[in-house]
């Protein structure tokens, strides 16, 4: 059964560093654009960081500068580096894989991970 993993959420001080994984597992064979999204308590889902397959990638405007989505294609993982933490990055994050085949052939158009928490401490 395909399904992401996240890890490395967790408390961190204002102005300090995360890096949170995100693993695909289940018969793989190719994953187009992978992605990091978070919720913030009483807010909309919205979207972090973005890569393709080709390794373009897209921020939003409040992460810029000072987080960095990287993806390693042959282990199925995508990665956010998450520097200079604010208390308003506080949420839990969630890995986004969109237009996912696995090696039967079968296509996923969106799957997501269950979700890490990450807490910055003001």
């Known amino acids: 059964q395909v399904q992401l993993v996240e890890s490395g959420g967790g408390l961190v001080q204002f102005g300090g560093s995360l890096r949170l994984a995100c693993a695909a597992s289940?018969?793989?064979?190719?994953?187009?654009?992978m992605g990091w999204y978070r919720q913030a308590p009483g807010k909309q889902r919205e979207s972090v960081a973005t890569?393709?397959?080709?390794?373009?990638?897209n921020y939003a405007d409040s992460v810029k500068g000072r987080f960095a989505i990287s993806r390693d294609n042959a282990k199925n993982t995508v990665y956010l580096q998450m520097n200079s933490l604010k208390p308003e990055d506080t949420a839990v994050y969630y890995c986004?894989?969109?237009?996912?085949?696995?090696?039967?052939?079968?296509?996923?158009?969106?799957?997501w991970g269950q979700g890490t928490l990450v807490t910055v401490m003001s």
């Open positions: 289940g018969g793989i064979f190719s994953i187009n654009a």
């Open positions: 986004n894989a969109d237009d996912l085949y696995t090696d039967y052939g079968y296509r996923y158009l969106e799957v």
């Open positions: 890569i393709a397959s080709g390794g373009s990638t």
